[in-house]
């Protein structure tokens, strides 16, 4: 019997081109910056978890697609994440 029914964010790769994909819809400010908050909300909104919005920013740096400021208040796109939408 189950009474969850599985995340589809529960694969990590899946998550982070969830989370570029959202990244990607949101309107970059000042120097290509896009505020954590611009992408955690959405992210939470299609279903996610909060560990698994962490999960995906970590597996999304790993990949070399965003970089995360030191203050974790914005993301940017990499040169190399710039192949996933050409």
């Given at each position: 019997m189950k009474?969850?029914?599985?995340?589809?964010?529960?694969d990590?790769?899946?998550a982070a081109r969830k989370l570029i994909e959202i990244a990607n819809a949101v309107e970059a400010v000042q120097d290509g910056r896009i505020y954590i908050e611009r992408v955690n909300g959405p992210f939470l909104d299609e279903g996610g978890t909060p560990d698994q919005f962490r999960s995906a920013r970590a597996r999304a740096m790993s990949?070399?697609?965003?970089?995360?400021?030191e203050s974790g208040t914005y993301v940017k796109f990499t040169p190399a994440d710039a192949e996933l939408f050409a």
């Open positions: 009474f969850v029914e599985p995340s589809h964010f529960i990590p790769d899946h990949l070399g697609w965003l970089w995360l400021h």
